[in-house]
T-cell receptor, first 115, second 112 residues
Framework: ETGVTQSPTHLIKTRGQQVTLRCSSQ?????VSWYQQALGQGPQFIFQ???????GRGNFPPRFSGLQFPNYSSELNVNALELDDSALYLC??????????????FGEGSRLTVL | DAKTTQPPSMDCAEGRAANLPCNHS???????VYWYRQIHSQGPQYIIH???NNETNEMASLIITEDRKSSTLILPHATLRDTAVYYC?????????????FGGGTRVLVKP
């Protein structure tokens, strides 16, 4: 148990729809990052939020967006869903921006299927 | 971040040590070596990290070669619960923030 909780655990959407995934970070962690993991591959960094602002982004289009709230929880929004967006979406939190430990605490993910 | 190379899979006998190699020949002087693992249907779990000295914690030991171009993660007494995909990652500790670049990892199967 990492103390990072994600919801929903599974969901199915159709192409073109929009989805919102939620993450509650571990107590005391003010930095949240999101990863996409396609089947059989390693996780890919989407972006991170620190103090309610995005401060790092991977190679994902603008239809992937996020929010971080004052309580450090976070949302990942994906618009205009495509079939290739089907994946496990992972949220990870850390105290500040990782710092010297580099240890991230991952949730168990939200599995999105796009039909 | 430097690229890492790991064998795609390996088997290990329960109770024996598991030695997981990782090559990172282009590592820079300020890049750390991290190991995470991912048990099926769970999020990745941090194991250990190091810069140039060998490190040990309750989960594993990390051996980094003197030239830092390769490392080995050692699980001293593998159990069935250690069956997972193990990822070796190199990263500049503070500047990279929370961005970890995962490769394909090594799929470890611990057999009874």
């Amino acid at each position: 148990e990492t103390g990072v909780t994600q919801s929903p655990t599974h969901l199915i959407k159709t192409r073109g729809q929009q989805v919102t995934l939620r993450c509650s970070s571990q107590s005391g962690h003010n930095t949240v990052s999101w990863y996409q993991q396609a089947l059989g591959q390693g996780p890919q960094f989407i972006f991170q939020y620190y103090r309610e602002e995005e401060n790092g982004r991977g190679n994902f289009p603008p239809r992937f967006s996020g929010l971080q709230f004052p309580n450090y929880s976070s949302e990942l929004n994906v618009n205009a869903l495509e079939l290739d967006d089907s994946a496990l979406y992972l949220c990870a939190s850390s105290p500040q921006v990782a710092g010297t430990s580099g240890e991230l605490f991952f949730g168990e993910g939200s599995r999105l299927t796009v039909l | 971040d430097a690229k890492t190379t790991q064998p795609p899979s390996m088997d290990c006998a329960e109770g024996r040590a598991a030695n997981l190699p990782c090559n990172h020949s282009t590592i820079s002087g300020n890049e750390y070596v991290y190991w995470y693992r991912q048990i099926h249907s769970q999020g990745p779990q941090y194991i250990i990290h190091g810069l140039k000295n060998n490190e040990t914690n309750e989960m594993a030991s990390l051996i980094i070669t003197e030239d830092r171009k390769s490392s080995t993660l050692i699980l001293p007494h593998a159990t069935l619960r250690d069956t997972a995909v193990y990822y070796c990652i190199v990263r500049v500790s503070q500047a990279a923030g929370n961005k970890l670049t995962f490769g394909g990892g090594t799929r470890v199967l611990v057999k009874p």
